[in-house]
């Protein structure tokens, strides 16, 4: 079993519609989550990261994290033609080895 | 605020060729950094990390080797390079302060 399991998709949805993006992970000792849009043929760019369980929302995006499921999601509102581009979720257990455990990426297509 | 840069952006060898990739991060001392390599289709695997100079990890057994000249350079080689070793390679850092990490642009190898 994988420590992070993502769907690699690919996902297409109509511009507008809500998009709903997720990672289940197997070590409970991850502590930190974040969420990274990669464009084609670009380095990953950092979108959001939350260090609890709960919600965190940034203009149209919102991360949520819950540690019981162990299942993290970010949600994207209002998507734009733009917003094309794989998704990955990557974590961390701050417990001071400072290595990232990452999710082979979503792709996200939102068609105009 | 802090800037990576990889080079080159793009790189095209013969096998049994060697290689030489650098990586500098401006705006920060003392950085953690990476080297992944992101297969087309695949997700990232961490090939080497550092927490400061000198002290290099290596995550992946293969002929890419890796070395911290300075505070903020980072540099991945190989002596000989195999068909195997094409990719994107990104470079990446975080501090030891706080827990998210942010990537180059990324270096294109293909290796004819």
């Known amino acids: 079993q994988k420590e992070v399991e993502q769907d690699p998709g690919p996902l297409s949805v109509p511009e507008g519609a809500i998009v709903s993006l997720n990672c289940t992970y197997s070590?409970?000792?991850?502590?930190?989550f974040m969420w990274y849009r990669q464009y084609s043929r670009k380095g990953p760019e950092l979108l959001m990261y939350t260090y609890s369980s709960g919600n965190k929302e940034d203009g149209r995006f919102t991360a949520q994290v819950d540690k019981s499921s162990k299942y993290i999601s970010l949600f994207i509102r209002d998507s734009q033609p733009s917003d094309s581009a794989t998704y990955l979720c990557?974590?961390?257990?701050?417990?001071?080895?400072?290595?990232?455990?990452f999710g082979t990426g979503t792709r996200l297509k939102v068609l105009a | 605020s802090q800037t990576i840069h990889q080079w080159p952006a793009t790189l095209v060898q013969p096998v049994g060729s060697p290689l030489s990739l650098e990586c500098t991060v401006e705006g920060t001392s003392n950085p953690n950094l990476y080297w992944y390599r992101q297969a087309a289709g695949r997700g990232l695997q961490l090939l080497f990390y550092?927490?400061?100079?000198?002290?290099i990890s290596s995550e992946v057994p293969q002929n890419l080797s890796a070395s911290r000249p300075q505070d903020r350079q980072f540099i991945l080689s190989s002596k000989k390079l195999l068909l195997s070793d094409s990719g994107f390679y990104l470079c990446?850092?975080?501090?030891?302060?706080?827990?998210?990490?942010?990537f180059g642009p990324g270096t294109r190898l293909t290796v004819t």
């Open positions: 070590n409970s000792a991850f502590q930190y």
């Open positions: 990446a850092w975080s501090s030891h302060a706080a827990y998210e990490q942010y």
């Open positions: 550092s927490v400061g100079i000198g002290q």
């Open positions: 990557a974590m961390e257990d701050t417990s001071g080895t400072y290595k990232y455990i």
